[in-house]
């Protein structure tokens, strides 16, 4: 069983808002950096935003630059992903997955492009954009 639980997704008018958790169990969750990555039908994961444990360093893909915000709260073993002016191309299914950077993985940026390399993942959830 996943150690990471995402929130319901949902439907969303285009424009509009939407915020997503991530909550972690068995885990030492300050330990490790969380990722939201997505995948559109036909087409690849892709990483979508990363914060490293302490929370201090993050990295967006270019899509949600200015739109999305990515947080954690290690006193409550979550992560949040604060979706604004969603477009219908955010359309997809939204993990998120966690990784201690102790592998090939050492940094935010290592762990939104290698996503193949990301050791924990969540069950996903449907995010769909659409008026």
């Known amino acids: 069983q996943s150690p990471l639980v995402e929130s319901r997704g949902g439907l969303v008018q285009p424009g509009g808002s939407l915020r997503l958790s991530c909550a972690a169990s068995?885990?030492?969750?300050?330990?490790?950096?969380i990722g939201w990555f997505r995948q559109a039908p036909g087409k690849e994961r892709e990483g979508v935003a990363c914060i490293s444990d302490s929370g201090d360093s993050t990295m967006y893909a270019d899509s949600v630059k200015g739109r999305f915000t990515i947080s954690r709260d290690n006193a409550k073993n979550t992560v949040y992903l604060q979706m604004n002016s969603l477009k219908p191309e955010d359309t997809a299914v939204y993990y998120c997955a966690a990784d201690q950077f102790a592998g090939v993985i050492t940094t935010v940026q290592d762990m939104c492009v290698m996503t193949n390399e990301v050791t924990y993942w969540g069950q996903g959830t449907q995010v769909t954009v659409s008026s």
């Open positions: 068995g885990l030492t969750f300050y330990y490790y950096g």
